[in-house]
Nanobody, 126 residues
């Protein structure tokens, strides 16, 4: 069955870094774009970044441009989100999700995605 498992969350000080991982299984990983989303307490889920099947297309939310970098390793069936210069507004549960194979490119709208991981908590505090 399709599984997406996030890891790498934790507590970091403002200005610090974390690298999130999304390990995929149960499907042909290189045929699917993957997105990262986040949801803070009391807020709606929002798109953070996405990466196309071949990594040729990456998209970032304005709030994370220049600080976060998405990448994928198709040999390892894993997508990464390198988060640098973390800010007090970045804490949330971070989720990865799979874009259906019928859609090319990548999208930041969570309604497009069909499978989701359980999420990993990111906390930014001094």
């Amino acid at each position: 069955q399709v599984q997406l498992v996030e890891s790498g969350g934790g507590l970091v000080q403002p200005g610090g870094s974390l690298r999130l991982s999304c390990a995929a299984s149960g499907f042909t990983f290189h045929d699917y774009a993957i997105g990262w989303f986040r949801q803070a307490a009391g807020e709606e889920r929002e798109g953070v970044s996405c990466i196309s099947r071949s990594s040729s297309i990456t998209v970032y939310a304005d709030s994370v441009k220049g600080r976060f970098t998405i990448s994928r390793d198709n040999a390892e069936n894993t997508v990464y989100l390198q988060m640098n210069s973390l800010k007090p507004e970045d804490p949330a549960v971070y989720y990865c999700a799979r874009l259906p194979r019928s859609l090319s490119g990548c999208y930041m709208w969570n309604s497009k995605y069909d499978y989701w991981g359980q999420g990993t908590q990111v906390t930014v505090s001094s």
